[in-house]
């Protein structure tokens, strides 16, 4: 229910930036590797693997490259055997199309990242810290939002020491055990305009800003991080 509502709310925004911005559900980016059978078979052709992830929404783009052996400048060009075309498709991988020694992958990368809940524990928390730290340390510009409708979470936790950039709780309410939930005594808050209304505007500004930087960016101002 909260990633049809995601969609609905940012699916505007999102129009103004092009026809090829992705937005909901995705498969994404995770990571990359390297895996040929032997070593004769990486003179051919890499053998990318690119390793995908599921994120309950994403604003983002999808990207298609190319990857193939080269030779090393200092030596002749030999284009070596040629491969027929076929194509891979591995579960957790994105596809990968070869034609030739050439190989092409399409895959998406998320700008923004926002975690669905319906409600959020101190172990949720971790895995959701754990995916933001992999997720940023790919792409440093993107922005990773825990959403819920309850927390369950006490003071003891330490909010600062997890790596997501914001989490939002839309009824502003406690998690109750399910059979406190159905009593006739107990109240369900709506959700809050007011909170709807700080996600949709950090994440406008977060797709509207600059995201230019980098040592050298921030020697000039004094300070090397973004606030």
Known sequence: MLEEFLYYLFKDLVRDFGENA?????HTFKDIFFVPPKYSEMLKRPYARIEKK???FVIGATIQVSFEAATPPEKDENPGE?????????????EVTVTGNTETHIFDIPVVA??????????????????AEDLKARNPNSLYVVLMEWIKLTSD??????????????RQQKNTDREFRYEEKYVKNS??????QHLFHKVRKHLKM????GIEHGIERGWLIDE
């Open 210 to 213: 600059d995201w230019t930087g």
């Open 114 to 131: 926002i975690e669905c809940k319906t409600y959020l524990d101190k172990t949720m928390l971790e895995g959701s810290s754990r995916a």
């Open 22 to 26: 992705l937005i909901g559900k995705s």
């Open 157 to 170: 936790v330490n909010l600062r020491k997890y790596k997501v950039d914001q989490i939002y709780v839309l």
């Open 82 to 94: 040629i491969l027929p075309l076929f194509k891979e498709e591995p579960e957790n991988y994105s």
């Open 54 to 56: 599921d994120h309950d």
């Open 191 to 196: 959700i809050n305009s007011v909170v709807v």
